[in-house]
């Protein structure tokens, strides 16, 4: 199956259009704290521009499960991504299908990760380092890891091809890899992304 693309940190139209038409399958929001935090009605206004075929999501942190809810649903979003510490309570009660972060740990195994995962049953799960800093984590940890997740964390045009040939993640998620500066994303990287991810 086909590795999906997810382009995160989204504050723009043309970006989200461009990333579209460039083959994206899905767009991502940011409404927690960060240099690429959105409003709800600016998401809603782009997530109304979009192609119907593309998914869309909101990333979130540690933030009321009503306040998570409310915004999803002025936004219009299709999925909700959770990066903090929600209980898997929360988890059910978003209100859409929910993408729960598992940072990787020093230390962790394909073991201990999947544990993590077992105790959020029924959400789509997304792996990274957990820092936010662009950079990537050690990816044999996950090697052997038969749940489908999203990879994340560092990865740009350059190492793309080579995380998807070596864990044939469900799908890649992109943000600051892809970007000219915070929040405005470079259309040759996007391009470039995108095609090294599709080349196998």
């Given at each position: ?89 929360e ?48 990816w ?18 350059g ?9 044939h ?18 259309p ?13």
């Amino acid at each position: 199956m086909r590795t999906k693309i997810k382009i995160c940190g989204l504050t723009n139209l043309q970006d989200a259009l461009l990333a579209a038409e460039l083959g994206a399958d899905a767009l991502g929001f940011v409404f927690a704290e960060s240099k690429r935090k959105v409003t709800s009605e600016s998401a809603r206004e782009i997530v109304r521009a979009l192609p119907a075929f593309v998914i869309t999501a909101g990333v979130f942190m540690d933030q009321p499960v009503d306040e998570v809810r409310r915004i999803a649903e002025h936004a219009g979003l299709d999925r909700i991504q959770l990066h903090g510490e929600e209980s898997p309570a929360e988890c059910l009660r978003a209100g859409r299908p929910v993408i729960k972060r598992i940072s990787v740990r020093p230390g962790d195994t394909a073991e201990t990760i999947r544990s993590r995962m077992a105790a959020y049953p029924g959400p789509g799960y997304l792996i990274d380092p957990g820092a936010g800093d662009g950079k990537v984590f050690d990816w044999r940890i996950i090697r052997g890891l038969d749940i489908p997740y999203i990879l994340a964390g560092g990865l740009h045009p350059g190492n793309v091809r080579e995380a998807v040939a070596m864990l044939h993640p469900y799908g890649v998620d992109v943000s600051g890899g892809v970007e000219s500066e915070p929040g405005k994303k470079d259309p040759n990287k996007l391009k470039r992304f995108i095609e090294e991810a599709r080349c196998l």
